[in-house]
């Protein structure tokens, strides 16, 4: 038999009422990936695939708030993003900015703080300014917190809080025989975030492509084969079943966590 949970086959469609409450993730990641082949394989332009990931985007955040679970990040654009075709980047901006609109009202129903990591500076004025104004207005809200990965290289995030402890340092501001993990993660944008528990890919590709790497040391990994604009709430619940079979050990071994 397969005792490897993450290969765990579900042969049920489950709902919210499948989870343990007691045993939630308190920090999920995602990597949505598969927008562009999900359009490919209806025949329509890469475009069509992102729009319809914006469905995904919002009933996965809708549940995860359901569930209470305290952190959500998504990858919504990484710094290699930048590489794509002009045209795709304005339409990923456009989309980005009127979901923005759209869903401020829904975040403050769920009580949901928007918060961002990346460098968020280099976004188009439009994307920066409504992104500023939603979080500002959910700043407030004590519910789940959903950060948008945006502009976003863990590489590049190391490499600014490298950076910026190495002039601390130069301004005797901190000597480096106090440089610890907790210095380090506070200078990352992401220093309002716990280690992430449970990461998960979808599309089907096995990679963690630049995200969140300081973070996810003890990550617990989900890959899965179903393109971001066809996941569902099933699909998340799955990934959190999953997780909730896991033993997690960090280092330990079994006997000593019994
Ligand atoms: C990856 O699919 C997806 C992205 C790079 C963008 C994700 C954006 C959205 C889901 C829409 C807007 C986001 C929010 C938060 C409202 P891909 O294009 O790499 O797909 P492929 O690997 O099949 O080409």
Redo the contacts with the bound molecule.
């Keep these: 038999m397969d005792v490897n949970p993450a290969r765990i086959v579900f042969n049920k469609m489950h709902t919210l009422e499948d989870v343990d409450k007691e045993k939630l993730p308190q920090h999920v990641a995602i990597i ?7 359009a490919k394989q209806r025949g329509k332009i ?1 475009m069509f ?2 729009e319809n ?2 469905e ?2 919002n009933q996965t955040v809708e549940s995860c708030a359901k569930l209470q679970i305290p952190f959500l990040t ?1 990858y ?3 710094t290699e ?1 930048w590489n794509r075709p002009k045209t795709e980047i304005d339409t ?1 901006m456009k ?2 900015v009127n ?1 923005l609109k759209r869903e401020l009202k829904t975040l403050n129903k769920h009580n949901i703080r928007l918060r961002a990591i990346g460098k968020i500076e280099t976004l188009p004025s439009k994307v920066y300014k409504e992104l500023t104004e939603v979080m500002s207005k959910t700043e407030n809200n004590s519910g789940m917190t959903l950060t ?1 990965a945006l502009s976003y290289g863990s590489r590049e995030e190391i490499k600014t809080a490298v950076q910026q402890i190495a002039t601390k340092v130069k301004n005797n501001i901190i000597s480096p025989e106090n440089i610890d993990e907790t210095v380090i993660n506070t200078h990352l944008y992401a220093h309002f975030l716990p280690d992430v528990d449970l990461l998960i890919r979808t ?1 089907g590709e096995c990679r963690i492509s630049n995200f969140l790497l300081w973070q996810i040391a003890y990550a617990e990994l989900y890959f899965i084969d179903v ?2 604009p066809d996941f569902r709430e099933n699909h998340l619940v799955e990934a959190i079943l999953s997780y909730q079979n896991r033993e997690r050990r960090f280092g330990k071994t079994s006997e000593q966590l019994n």
Excluded at 32 to 38: A, E, K, P
């Design positions: 949505m990936d598969g927008n562009g082949r999900w890469r695939g992102h990931g914006v995904s985007v998504l919504a654009f990484s993003n990923l989309l980005l979901a948008l599309s393109f971001w």
